[in-house]
Antibody
């Protein structure tokens, strides 16, 4: 079955960096577009970024552009979200989600990893 | 940015009754609208995409309708496992979500 498992969350201070991972199984990862979405009690669900199946195209929300970087290793079925210059407003549960083939919505989501940015 | 507005924020319904949730887009999203269900401590689960197509394994009591800027999710006969928070999402112009409707037991 399709599985996405996020890891790497934690508590960091403002200005610090963190790298999240999303490990995939149960489907052809190298053919799949993957997104990151974050969720906070205050702002709800917010789309963060997307990476194409081969990693050649990446797009980011304005709120994270220039600070977050997506990459993927298709040989390891793993996606990475490098988060630099973290701010308190980046505090959220971060989910990776698969984009359904030939569509643009998200058909499977991981369980999420919590990132807390606080001094 | 397309703003998605869901109503009501909270809906109280008795088991066995019908629930109707609304989602409005600030501009047309065609039929590029999905609905997700989220229970506490869990990730969102896809229910409906393309405004009206049920995702794999979703019971027939869930149905979606609408196009353009007005959308509806209907749950025909509420089961205990249906009480959760529901989000709409547009994917016509990047991706934005509604703020959610909490469906609670009356």
């Amino acid at each position: 079955q399709v599985q996405l498992v996020e890891s790497g969350g934690g508590v960091v201070q403002p200005g610090w960096s963190l790298r999240l991972s999303c490990a995939a199984s149960g489907f052809t990862f190298s053919s799949s577009v993957i997104h990151w979405v974050r969720q906070t009690p205050g702002k709800g669900l917010e789309w963060v970024a997307v990476i194409s199946s081969d990693g050649s195209n990446k797009y980011y929300a304005d709120s994270v552009k220039g600070r977050f970087t997506l990459s993927r290793d298709n040989s390891k079925n793993t996606l990475y979200l490098q988060m630099n210059s973290l701010r308190p407003e980046d505090t959220a549960v971060y989910y990776c989600a698969r984009e359904m083939a030939a569509h643009q919505h998200f058909d499977y989501w991981g369980q999420g990893t919590l990132v807390t940015v606080s001094s | 940015e397309i703003v998605m507005t869901q109503s009501p924020a909270t809906l109280s319904v008795s088991p066995g009754e019908r629930a109707t949730l609304s989602c409005r887009a600030s501009q047309s999203v065609s039929s590029k609208l999905a609905w997700y269900q989220q229970k506490p401590g869990q990730a969102p689960r896809l229910l409906i995409y393309g405004a009206s197509t049920r995702a794999t394994g979703i019971p027939a009591r869930f149905s979606g309708s609408g196009s353009g800027t007005e959308f509806t999710l209907t749950i025909s006969s509420l089961q205990s496992e249906d009480f959760a928070v529901y989000y709409c999402q547009q994917y016509n112009d990047w991706y934005t979500f509604g703020q959610g409707t909490k469906l609670e037991i009356k």
